[in-house]
């Protein structure tokens, strides 16, 4: 890593306004040009307001990563304790929630960067495994986690606005051997 890669830390509560701004960007860029401008609307004033995004920060259950690039954001991702759906059988199954990366920083090796934080951040709440949801029309996201070792155990429907969408649900054990995490307090280890 050189002086001028960009930094992976835990969010902080003064964060909350400048993530809510990024992550309703980033998801409109990503998902709005395939669904129905209102579903998307929905979804993201449901998600990412600056309030929503303080409630997240101050929850022990969740870790949120934040990857600060030379203009602002360049990605995050929020990991969390939550109940895995039935085809999720593995044991301490913790969430990737959210796995954004801003499109500038594509193809930079940041995702990979940031996906083994967020392995350090599953072992800290606790994981012995990692899973996620992605929409099954969303062929680059699930390319990605394959290649970072998940694999599809099954199905899930996620609603964006009014309209119930196929996601697929994958799965991979938690790998922290040399990797840096994220301790549940936000110190860096």
């Not at 990563?65 to 929020?78: E, H, N, T, W």
């Not at 193809?107 to 934080?117: I, K, P, T």
């Not at 199905?155 to 922290?176: C, E, H, K, S, Y």
């Amino acid at each position: 890593m050189t002086p001028a890669s960009p930094q992976i830390r835990r969010a902080e509560p003064a964060d909350a306004p400048a993530l809510a701004r990024f992550a309703a960007r980033i998801f409109a860029e990503t998902f709005g040009p395939d669904n129905r401008p209102e579903d998307t609307a929905a979804h993201v004033a449901r998600s990412f307001g600056p309030a929503h995004q303080a409630r997240e920060l101050a929850d022990p259950d969740f870790v949120t990563l934040v990857v600060d690039g030379s203009d602002g954001l360049a990605a995050y991702a929020q990991v969390r304790r939550t109940t895995a759906p039935p085809c999720v059988t593995t044991d301490a199954p913790v969430e990737l929630y959210r796995f954004y990366v801003d499109r500038p920083w594509h193809g930079r090796g940041l995702a990979q960067r940031l996906m083994e934080a967020v392995h350090g951040a599953a072992s800290a709440l606790g994981g012995r495994s990692v899973w996620l949801s992605v929409w099954e029309r969303n062929p680059r996201g699930i390319a990605f986690y394959t290649k970072c070792g998940y694999r599809d155990v099954g199905g899930a429907i996620f609603m964006l606005g009014t309209d119930p969408q196929n996601d697929r649900v994958l799965v991979v054990p938690v790998t922290v051997h040399g990797l840096k995490g994220v301790r549940p307090n936000g110190d860096d280890t």
